[in-house]
């Protein structure tokens, strides 16, 4: 069972490694692809956050965001596969901050097919943090616990 279970971590994690080894060869000096991607998005995610809550997010650089993202997809995956909760807990963060913001379907009008591929994207994201979750609960519940047995003392009358 413990080695199906690692080929089972090895798959799961594929997803965020590959996609973090990606990003790390396309990083340059301006973060690559991924920060001319996610950009327009946080621009948005911004605008919304301020708009709704009246405070204003800090001013991050775009590549920097990148680079926090592969480097939790990067450790967290690596992590995982040798069956961390640390790792786990990397990247539901990730996932957590970055779904929303990446496959912001909520921002587009139902007809459009871009709405349709963003919603799939978002909910796989989502079908992902579940799995993670479900990880983590069956780590915490099946952990290694021994319980040891105490001695019953037996007292002596008499």
């Not at 080929?7 to 001319?36: C, T």
């Not at 995982?80 to 379907?105: E, K, N, Q, R, V």
């Not at 007809?111 to 909910?123: A, G, R, S, W």
Request: aromatic share 16%; charged share 15%; glycine share 10%.
């Amino acid at each position: 069972m413990g080695f199906i279970s690692f080929v089972g971590r090895v798959l799961f994690v594929s997803v965020f490694i590959v996609s973090a080894w990606q990003e790390f060869n396309e990083f340059g000096v301006d973060g690559g692809n991924a920060a001319k991607a996610f950009e327009p998005k946080y621009s948005i995610f911004t605008k919304h956050v301020t708009t709704y809550t009246g405070k204003e997010l800090p001013n991050i650089e775009i590549k920097h965001i990148v680079a926090a993202a592969i480097a939790l997809k990067g450790i967290g995956g690596v992590l995982f596969i040798f069956g961390s909760s640390f790792g786990a807990y990397l990247l539901l963060i990730h996932l957590a901050i970055t779904t929303p913001i990446l496959f912001d379907f909520y921002n587009y009008d139902i007809e459009k097919p871009q709405c349709v591929q963003l919603f799939v994207k978002f909910t796989q994201s989502l079908a992902l943090f579940g799995a993670l979750l479900f990880f983590l609960g069956m780590k915490n519940s099946v952990g290694p616990r021994r319980q040891t047995k105490k001695k019953i003392t037996k007292t002596k009358t008499g």
